[in-house]
């Protein structure tokens, strides 16, 4: 069975916990464990790109969109939307830097994860977190 959900938020630094909250909320209430790695992955990844897009997202944009569709296989598929057309890049950072390792732990983690572009309207940043086994 396939089971999707998407919401929009605010573009604003609190929208990164809720969006957390909220995918974490809707796995668990379609049969993930709470303490699965696949969940927790989920809850990550989210995190990541939530926050790349209130930290570089389009200083005029209210709000991005964040979906999350539990596969029939117990994988996770995570799309946060904006209306940006400039794609993410994993880009090398030193160990003091304090930021720029988002991407680097979505490449880490996900089985998978990539761009779809949304034309004039943006593009969606998407990660697939495969379920143990």
Same mark, same amino acid.
């Given at each position: 069975?396939l089971?999707r959900?998407s919401?929009r938020l605010p573009?604003?630094?609190?929208?990164v916990e809720l969006?957390r909250r909220?995918?974490?909320d809707? *796995?668990?209430?379609?049969?993930?464990s709470t303490?699965?790695?696949? $969940?927790?992955?989920?809850? $990550? *990844?989210v995190?990541?790109l939530?926050?790349?897009?209130?930290?570089?997202?389009? *200083?005029l944009?209210?709000e991005f969109?964040?979906a999350?569709t539990a $596969?029939?296989?117990?994988?996770? $598929?995570?799309?946060?939307?904006?209306?940006?057309?400039?794609?993410?890049r994993l880009?090398?950072v030193?160990?003091w830097e304090?930021?720029?390792r988002?991407l680097?732990l979505?490449e880490d983690i996900a089985e998978a994860?990539?761009?779809?572009?949304?034309?004039?309207?943006g593009?969606?940043?998407?990660? *697939?977190?495969?379920?143990?086994?």
């Amino acid at each position: 069975m396939l089971r999707r959900n998407s919401f929009r938020l605010p573009r604003h630094p609190a929208s990164v916990e809720l969006a957390r909250r909220r995918v974490h909320d809707h *796995l668990a209430d379609w049969g993930h464990s709470t303490d699965g790695p696949a $969940l927790t992955d989920a809850v $990550l *990844l989210v995190s990541e790109l939530a926050t790349n897009v209130v930290r570089h997202g389009p *200083l005029l944009e209210p709000e991005f969109e964040v979906a999350v569709t539990a $596969l029939s296989d117990g994988s996770c $598929l995570i799309e946060v939307s904006d209306e940006s057309t400039t794609e993410p890049r994993l880009r090398p950072v030193t160990d003091w830097e304090e930021h720029g390792r988002g991407l680097h732990l979505v490449e880490d983690i996900a089985e998978a994860w990539g761009v779809w572009s949304r034309g004039r309207h943006g593009k969606t940043v998407w990660a *697939l977190v495969t379920a143990p086994g």
